[in-house]
């Protein structure tokens, strides 16, 4: 995979049209290397529309800076571009987001104009098959800005192997309210996985409907992990002042089913930051766990 610079954030539908090798049956063999490439738009203005239906749809508040999960979504167009081209290792299709981390350097308004990579990184195993990542950086002129890490799992044959990405290990015991924290049910819609699709462009066929789940192993649509951390954050963020500078690390656990109500529980914050988690509701089955370090 060779460099590439865009004049502009790719159309979806010039992806998808490079998509249906993702429906082909695979061989399901181990991926021994990544593609190299780093995609590029090199002068990026906010879609303002985009912008207001993304903050709609996860809650944040409009205040004229872009949020500090944004710009995971814009990437994601840059992401399946590449994941399309002959070269990827992995099916597009099924493919499952298990962690994401992202870092704001400092207030970034929603009128300023950045440049935009991702490349392809950090190949390891994991017990139910391969992991990766996607590492995304944004700049205004020559100041770093924004950073990103999704990190997705191709789901192959079972491995004996016994790795960090293991689901047996053991999980935290479930966060209980605290005073001075968040503790909130939010009730999540069936149709949430496609309206989000359609405002980031992610159609994982995991997220859009019950039927096209199952073909992945899933009983119902699953909501988008970006969605989840999104909106949690949206919610912490109207509760506190979240300093300029910070970074947002999450790790997704359980799926969430379409439709769910779900709790989402932090501790108060202190000079580090803030934990974070989503459960079920009225269980301690976790759907994410989650820290906002303050920087």
Known sequence: MSDLQFQELPKLHTTYANVIKSLLPSADNKATSLPSGVYTVQKLA????????????????????????YFAVLSQTLQMNMMARHDFPFAMLGLVHIANSVVQHRVIFDTETVSMSVRLDNLQPHDKGQQFDFITTVSVADELVWQGVSTYLSRQKKSKQRTAGDTKQLVAAKMQP??????????????????YAFVSGDFNLIHLHPLSARAFGFPRAIAHGMWTKARSLAIISRQYALPAAFRVDVSFKLPVFLPSTVELISDEPCQLGIEFAMYAKNSDKTHLLGTIAFL
């Not at 605290?178 to 309206?195: C, N, P, Y």
């Open 178 to 195: 605290v005073a001075g924290g968040v503790a909130q049910e939010i009730v999540i819609d069936e149709d949430i996985g496609r309206r």
């Open 46 to 69: 906010i879609d303002q529309s985009n912008l207001r239906e993304y903050r709609k749809i996860c809650g944040f508040v409009d205040d004229g800076r872009v949020p500090a999960t």
